[in-house]
């Protein structure tokens, strides 16, 4: 699903048998949207999981423990940030028969992780590697060089078919693959030195909605949601 301001990925994984879901960065705005769909759906929503403390939207997470009650707001604990359940490298999201593993996978932000599902088929990468791109980290603590071995080391070592679905995307792309990014990335193909000297000379505008965001997603879900 696609909320146009950010340009944000919320993704919806659910087991058929258990009717168990879990969803992947949702975005406040358009938390109700996401409710209504996982009632169509007869899904239970165990989790609303954020992949780190965006910049760019207030997560959806505490809207969501109010519209699906039993749901619960998940995050990394390295974040810092507030939640019902914190999570770290290695840890697992259980929903059904299926799991979401937990890669850290730190340098847009120190609490950036990837959840990899159990058979490897797909990954969801947040902002740490994008399509032909990855995320900026030039606030939130960033590190280009931790980045780059993060994602050569967490994401590039799955298998080449596997899918991956980043948090945003700006050109209409939805998804991609393993072995595209390793070998078409335009910069995560460069050598390390290489990767940060371009990082550390992009000179992008500021998130427009970082000074509202980050303190609200601080609290991920723990909050009031916004009236």
Not at 198 to 222: E, R, S, T
Request: with cysteine; aromatic share 6%.
């Amino acid at each position: 699903m696609f909320e146009p301001k950010s340009c944000t990925y919320t993704y919806l994984l659910g087991d058929r048998e258990s009717h168990e879901a879990v969803l992947i960065d949702p975005v406040l705005e358009t938390a109700p949207r996401d409710a209504q769909l996982i009632k169509e759906l007869g899904l239970r929503l165990l989790y609303a999981v954020n992949t780190h403390c965006h910049a760019d939207h207030i997560t959806g997470s505490g809207l969501l423990r109010s519209l699906l009650p039993g749901c619960q707001s998940v995050i990394s604990r390295l974040s810092g940030a507030q939640a019902d359940l914190h999570i770290e490298d290695g840890d697992s999201i259980h929903f059904g028969r299926f799991a979401l593993e937990t890669r850290s996978s730190p340098g847009h932000t120190p609490g950036c992780v990837t959840f990899v599902l159990n058979d490897h088929s797909m990954a969801f990468t947040g902002d740490a590697l994008l399509i032909r791109g990855c995320g900026r980290t030039d606030f939130q603590q960033g590190c280009a060089k931790t980045l780059y071995h993060s994602v050569h080391e967490k994401i590039f070592t799955l298998p080449g078919d596997c899918l991956i679905y980043p948090a945003h995307d700006y050109r209409g792309l939805t998804v991609s693959t393993v072995e595209e990014e390793r070998t078409l990335n335009p910069r995560l193909t460069l050598s390390c030195e290489e990767f940060v000297k371009v990082m550390d000379n992009l000179n992008l505008p500021k998130p427009q909605q970082i000074d509202f965001a980050v303190p609200a997603n601080m609290h991920c879900g723990i909050q009031t949601p916004p009236t």
